[in-house]
């Protein structure tokens, strides 16, 4: 009779992207969606090592991934490149979990930067002008986990001041929402901020209308004294003739008194009486070359006048 074979399985290949890590028999399937979403590092890009490890715990806590032989396996297939190169040179199953293989990975990976500047930076973070929340959010945090534990500000206080950075009115209501962790308050932000652009538009707004109104009455205003201007003009005009004749009519009756009959009276007393019947100034030169001889010359002397508004009336004449 022959002996009943028995089935013994064989050991289980490990990849060899695999190679430094330690895991169970049987493995839990990995996210459908992996290839599409993973976050990927390769020392490059400007994505820094604290960076990709926060983006990477993001990623397993919105996928709520837990086993630990899928969060080592999604961290050794998110390395690219010469990363890569360095987790598989790594030795044959010496990383049983992932909090070994994160300082593994830090320790080779970040950049080492002075302590004591990382907490001048950190004491001085400001949000620039041209940076939204979410970026800010993620440059306050790779400064503050790029800080060794043993410097590193306590959670309580990075809330304390992760406000800070922002302007006075920002700063004022992120801080009376009482909020008890860091991740809360730079989630809120942003409704924050939405509500304040809101708030500043519909100002803006009222504003404008108030301005517009302004300007209407403004409009109205000046037509108004357009208006009144010219009526002061109109008047003024008025006056102005009026004034402008009062002074002819008293430069006629001067250059009469002074000049005009004691020379009519010098050439003969019955052209003075014949004078005095003449009641228009306009007549008079028509007047003298009547009664002229050639005895008496019938130009006048500007000379013998002192006073200007004689001569000017008499050179008109």
Wanted: aromatic content about 8%; glycine content about 0%.
């Amino acid at each position: 009779m022959n002996p009943i074979p028995v089935h013994t399985s064989l050991p289980r290949k490990v990849p060899e992207r695999y190679k430094p890590l330690i895991l169970p028999p049987i493995l839990n399937p990995l996210p459908a969606n992996h290839p599409e979403y993973l976050p990927r590092f390769d020392g490059e890009n400007g994505i820094t090592a604290q960076k990709h490890i926060q983006a990477f715990e993001d990623y397993l806590n919105l996928y709520e991934v837990e086993d630990e032989d899928v969060s080592l396996r999604l961290f050794s297939l998110s390395l690219q490149g010469e990363v890569r190169t360095w987790f598989k040179a790594l030795p044959e199953a010496s990383i049983s979990d992932l909090q070994q293989c994160s300082k593994l990975f830090l320790d080779r990976w970040m950049v080492k930067v002075n302590p004591l500047l990382l907490i001048e930076e950190y004491n001085h973070l400001e949000r620039h002008p041209d940076e939204s929340v979410q970026q800010f959010s993620d440059r306050f945090n790779q400064v503050y986990l790029s800080m060794p534990l043993n410097i590193r500000p306590p959670p309580d206080m990075a809330l304390l001041q992760y406000p800070r950075a922002f302007d006075p009115e920002m700063e004022f209501h992120l801080r009376e929402r009482f909020l008890s962790t860091l991740k809360q308050m730079q989630d809120i932000t942003v409704d924050v901020e939405e509500n304040l652009k809101r708030r500043e538009e519909q100002c803006r707004e009222e504003q404008e209308e108030r301005l517009h109104s302004v300007l209407q009455k403004t409009e109205e205003m000046m037509q108004q004294i357009t208006i009144k201007v010219k009526c002061l003009e109109h008047q003024n005009r008025s006056v102005s003739q009026q004034e402008s004749s009062d002074i002819h009519e008293q430069t006629y009756h001067k250059t009469e008194d002074v000049f005009i009959q004691p020379y009519v009276k010098e050439r003969s007393p019955d052209m003075l009486c014949e004078y005095n019947s003449f009641h228009s100034f306009s007549c008079l030169p028509k007047y003298v070359e009547c009664f002229d001889d050639d005895n008496h010359s019938d130009q006048i002397s500007l000379a013998e006048v002192s006073d200007p508004i004689l001569v000017e009336s008499t050179v008109q004449v």
